[in-house]
T-cell receptor, first 112, second 113 residues
Framework: GEKVEQHESTLSVREGDSAVINCTYTDTASSYFPWYKQEAGKSLHFVIDIRSNVDRKQSQRLTVLLDKKAKRFSLHITATQPEDSAIYFCAAENYNQGKLIFGQGTKLSIKP | EAAVTQSPRSKVAVTGGKVTLSCHQTNNHDYMYWYRQDTGHGLRLIHYSYVADSTEKGDIPDGYKASRPSQENFSLILELASLSQTAVYFC????????????FGHGTKLSVL
Protein backbone atom coordinates (compact mmCIF):
# COMPACT_ATOMS: atom_id res chain seq x y z
CA GLY A 1 0.00 0.00 0.00
CA GLU A 2 0.82 3.66 -0.12
CA LYS A 3 3.58 4.94 2.16
CA VAL A 4 4.27 8.59 2.84
CA GLU A 5 7.58 9.68 4.33
CA GLN A 6 8.43 13.03 5.85
CA HIS A 7 12.16 13.41 5.89
CA GLU A 8 12.55 16.01 8.58
CA SER A 9 11.15 15.13 11.98
CA THR A 10 12.10 18.57 13.30
CA LEU A 11 12.95 21.85 11.61
CA SER A 12 14.02 25.12 13.18
CA VAL A 13 14.19 28.43 11.32
CA ARG A 14 14.57 32.04 12.30
CA GLU A 15 11.52 34.27 12.19
CA GLY A 16 11.26 35.87 8.78
CA ASP A 17 13.21 33.12 7.02
CA SER A 18 11.68 30.46 4.78
CA ALA A 19 10.94 26.88 5.77
CA VAL A 20 10.67 23.85 3.52
CA ILE A 21 9.17 20.51 4.51
CA ASN A 22 9.62 17.57 2.17
CA CYS A 23 7.56 14.43 1.62
CA THR A 24 7.81 11.43 -0.65
CA TYR A 25 5.18 8.86 -1.57
CA THR A 26 5.23 5.42 -3.15
CA ASP A 27 1.94 4.95 -5.01
CA THR A 28 2.13 6.38 -8.52
CA ALA A 29 -1.67 6.41 -8.61
CA SER A 30 -1.89 8.94 -5.79
CA SER A 31 -3.47 12.13 -7.05
CA TYR A 32 -4.30 14.29 -4.06
CA PHE A 33 -1.79 15.74 -1.59
CA PRO A 34 -3.00 17.83 1.35
CA TRP A 35 -1.11 19.37 4.25
CA TYR A 36 -2.43 19.65 7.80
CA LYS A 37 -1.20 21.70 10.72
CA GLN A 38 -1.35 20.74 14.39
CA GLU A 39 -0.59 23.45 16.90
CA ALA A 40 0.54 22.46 20.38
CA GLY A 41 -2.21 20.70 22.29
CA LYS A 42 -4.74 21.15 19.50
CA SER A 43 -6.29 19.15 16.73
CA LEU A 44 -5.30 19.13 13.08
CA HIS A 45 -6.63 21.51 10.51
CA PHE A 46 -6.24 21.73 6.78
CA VAL A 47 -3.82 24.32 5.39
CA ILE A 48 -3.30 23.69 1.69
CA ASP A 49 -3.51 20.94 -0.91
CA ILE A 50 -2.43 20.13 -4.46
CA ARG A 51 -3.77 17.75 -7.08
CA SER A 52 -1.73 15.83 -9.59
CA ASN A 53 -2.95 17.87 -12.55
CA VAL A 54 -0.74 20.81 -11.44
CA ASP A 55 2.79 21.06 -10.11
CA ARG A 56 2.51 24.21 -8.04
CA LYS A 57 -0.09 25.88 -5.87
CA GLN A 58 0.23 29.00 -3.77
CA SER A 59 -1.90 30.44 -1.01
CA GLN A 60 -0.52 33.59 0.60
CA ARG A 61 2.77 32.60 2.29
CA LEU A 62 2.33 28.88 1.54
CA THR A 63 3.39 27.14 -1.66
CA VAL A 64 3.15 23.44 -2.45
CA LEU A 65 5.33 21.93 -5.16
CA LEU A 66 4.66 18.52 -6.68
CA ASP A 67 7.20 16.45 -8.65
CA LYS A 68 5.32 13.42 -9.93
CA LYS A 69 8.37 11.85 -11.55
CA ALA A 70 10.25 11.84 -8.28
CA LYS A 71 7.08 11.15 -6.28
CA ARG A 72 7.93 14.08 -4.06
CA PHE A 73 6.04 17.09 -2.81
CA SER A 74 7.00 19.91 -0.51
CA LEU A 75 5.53 22.72 1.57
CA HIS A 76 7.27 26.08 1.41
CA ILE A 77 6.50 28.74 4.00
CA THR A 78 7.92 32.22 3.38
CA ALA A 79 8.39 35.05 5.88
CA THR A 80 7.82 32.70 8.80
CA GLN A 81 6.03 33.97 11.89
CA PRO A 82 5.81 32.61 15.45
CA GLU A 83 2.30 31.32 14.76
CA ASP A 84 3.72 29.03 12.08
CA SER A 85 5.24 26.92 14.87
CA ALA A 86 3.40 23.59 14.76
CA ILE A 87 3.61 20.02 13.56
CA TYR A 88 2.93 19.77 9.84
CA PHE A 89 1.62 16.56 8.32
CA CYS A 90 1.68 15.75 4.64
CA ALA A 91 -0.65 13.14 3.19
CA ALA A 92 -1.41 11.37 -0.06
CA GLU A 93 -4.55 9.83 -1.45
CA ASN A 94 -5.24 7.38 -4.21
CA TYR A 95 -8.70 8.37 -5.41
CA ASN A 96 -9.69 4.76 -6.09
CA GLN A 97 -8.85 3.74 -2.53
CA GLY A 98 -10.45 6.80 -1.05
CA LYS A 99 -8.32 7.16 2.06
CA LEU A 100 -5.57 9.51 3.12
CA ILE A 101 -2.21 8.16 4.22
CA PHE A 102 -0.27 10.53 6.46
CA GLY A 103 3.41 11.13 6.93
CA GLN A 104 4.99 11.06 10.37
CA GLY A 105 4.89 14.82 10.88
CA THR A 106 7.50 17.58 11.00
CA LYS A 107 7.74 19.79 14.05
CA LEU A 108 8.51 23.31 12.85
CA SER A 109 9.91 25.75 15.38
CA ILE A 110 10.24 29.45 14.59
CA LYS A 111 13.01 31.11 16.57
CA PRO A 112 12.89 34.85 17.34
CA GLU B 1 -17.02 25.53 9.76
CA ALA B 2 -17.44 21.78 10.12
CA ALA B 3 -17.99 20.50 13.63
CA VAL B 4 -16.74 17.14 14.83
CA THR B 5 -17.15 16.37 18.52
CA GLN B 6 -15.37 13.55 20.31
CA SER B 7 -16.09 12.13 23.73
CA PRO B 8 -14.53 11.66 26.15
CA ARG B 9 -11.65 14.17 25.89
CA SER B 10 -9.47 11.81 27.89
CA LYS B 11 -9.82 8.41 29.47
CA VAL B 12 -7.85 6.07 31.68
CA ALA B 13 -8.68 2.42 31.14
CA VAL B 14 -7.47 -0.83 32.67
CA THR B 15 -5.85 -3.56 30.63
CA GLY B 16 -8.49 -6.01 29.44
CA GLY B 17 -11.34 -3.58 29.90
CA LYS B 18 -13.74 -2.36 27.24
CA VAL B 19 -13.41 1.18 25.91
CA THR B 20 -15.76 3.04 23.61
CA LEU B 21 -14.76 6.30 21.96
CA SER B 22 -17.56 8.32 20.41
CA CYS B 23 -17.63 10.80 17.56
CA HIS B 24 -20.48 13.02 16.41
CA GLN B 25 -20.54 15.32 13.37
CA THR B 26 -23.17 17.85 12.40
CA ASN B 27 -21.99 18.55 8.86
CA ASN B 28 -23.94 16.04 6.84
CA HIS B 29 -20.69 14.40 5.79
CA ASP B 30 -20.86 10.89 4.42
CA TYR B 31 -17.32 9.85 5.30
CA MET B 32 -15.97 9.37 8.79
CA TYR B 33 -12.60 8.13 9.99
CA TRP B 34 -10.76 7.04 13.10
CA TYR B 35 -7.04 7.77 13.27
CA ARG B 36 -4.50 7.00 15.92
CA GLN B 37 -1.59 9.35 16.64
CA ASP B 38 1.66 8.10 18.14
CA THR B 39 4.91 9.98 18.37
CA GLY B 40 7.09 9.08 15.41
CA HIS B 41 4.26 7.44 13.49
CA GLY B 42 2.09 10.35 12.59
CA LEU B 43 -1.55 9.43 12.04
CA ARG B 44 -2.55 5.92 11.13
CA LEU B 45 -6.00 4.95 9.87
CA ILE B 46 -7.85 2.40 12.02
CA HIS B 47 -11.35 2.22 10.55
CA TYR B 48 -13.46 4.36 8.26
CA SER B 49 -16.99 4.48 6.93
CA TYR B 50 -18.65 5.76 3.77
CA VAL B 51 -22.23 5.25 4.83
CA ALA B 52 -24.31 4.46 7.89
CA ASP B 53 -24.36 0.80 8.98
CA SER B 54 -21.16 0.04 7.10
CA THR B 55 -17.51 0.23 8.16
CA GLU B 56 -14.21 -0.54 6.48
CA LYS B 57 -10.86 -1.62 7.87
CA GLY B 58 -8.04 0.85 7.67
CA ASP B 59 -4.33 0.17 7.94
CA ILE B 60 -4.19 -0.92 11.60
CA PRO B 61 -7.61 -2.44 12.48
CA ASP B 62 -6.43 -5.24 14.78
CA GLY B 63 -7.78 -4.87 18.29
CA TYR B 64 -10.41 -2.33 17.24
CA LYS B 65 -14.01 -2.46 16.10
CA ALA B 66 -16.05 0.37 14.63
CA SER B 67 -19.74 1.15 14.53
CA ARG B 68 -21.62 3.68 12.35
CA PRO B 69 -25.26 3.56 13.51
CA SER B 70 -26.15 6.80 11.75
CA GLN B 71 -24.60 9.35 9.41
CA GLU B 72 -23.75 11.57 12.38
CA ASN B 73 -22.21 9.02 14.74
CA PHE B 74 -19.12 6.85 14.49
CA SER B 75 -17.73 4.88 17.45
CA LEU B 76 -14.44 3.11 18.02
CA ILE B 77 -14.55 0.10 20.34
CA LEU B 78 -11.67 -1.57 22.12
CA GLU B 79 -13.12 -4.82 23.44
CA LEU B 80 -9.98 -5.80 25.38
CA ALA B 81 -7.82 -2.72 25.88
CA SER B 82 -4.07 -3.28 25.90
CA LEU B 83 -1.10 -1.15 26.92
CA SER B 84 -0.10 -0.74 23.27
CA GLN B 85 -3.37 1.06 22.58
CA THR B 86 -2.33 4.04 24.66
CA ALA B 87 -2.42 6.90 22.16
CA VAL B 88 -4.35 9.95 21.03
CA TYR B 89 -7.33 9.09 18.84
CA PHE B 90 -8.75 11.46 16.27
CA CYS B 91 -12.08 11.25 14.52
CA UNK B 92 -12.55 13.06 11.23
CA UNK B 93 -15.23 13.57 8.63
CA UNK B 94 -15.31 14.62 5.00
CA UNK B 95 -17.33 14.53 1.83
CA UNK B 96 -16.79 15.22 -1.83
CA UNK B 97 -18.30 18.68 -1.48
CA UNK B 98 -15.54 19.65 0.94
CA UNK B 99 -13.05 18.48 -1.67
CA UNK B 100 -11.86 15.60 0.43
CA UNK B 101 -10.67 17.88 3.21
CA UNK B 102 -10.82 16.21 6.58
CA UNK B 103 -12.39 18.00 9.49
CA PHE B 104 -10.92 16.67 12.72
CA GLY B 105 -12.29 16.43 16.21
CA HIS B 106 -10.19 17.65 19.13
CA GLY B 107 -8.91 14.16 19.93
CA THR B 108 -9.24 11.68 22.80
CA LYS B 109 -6.22 10.91 24.90
CA LEU B 110 -6.45 7.27 25.97
CA SER B 111 -4.17 5.83 28.62
CA VAL B 112 -4.34 2.08 29.23
CA LEU B 113 -2.78 1.01 32.52
Amino acid sequence: GEKVEQHESTLSVREGDSAVINCTYTDTASSYFPWYKQEAGKSLHFVIDIRSNVDRKQSQRLTVLLDKKAKRFSLHITATQPEDSAIYFCAAENYNQGKLIFGQGTKLSIKP
Amino acid sequence: EAAVTQSPRSKVAVTGGKVTLSCHQTNNHDYMYWYRQDTGHGLRLIHYSYVADSTEKGDIPDGYKASRPSQENFSLILELASLSQTAVYFCASSDEISNERLFFGHGTKLSVL
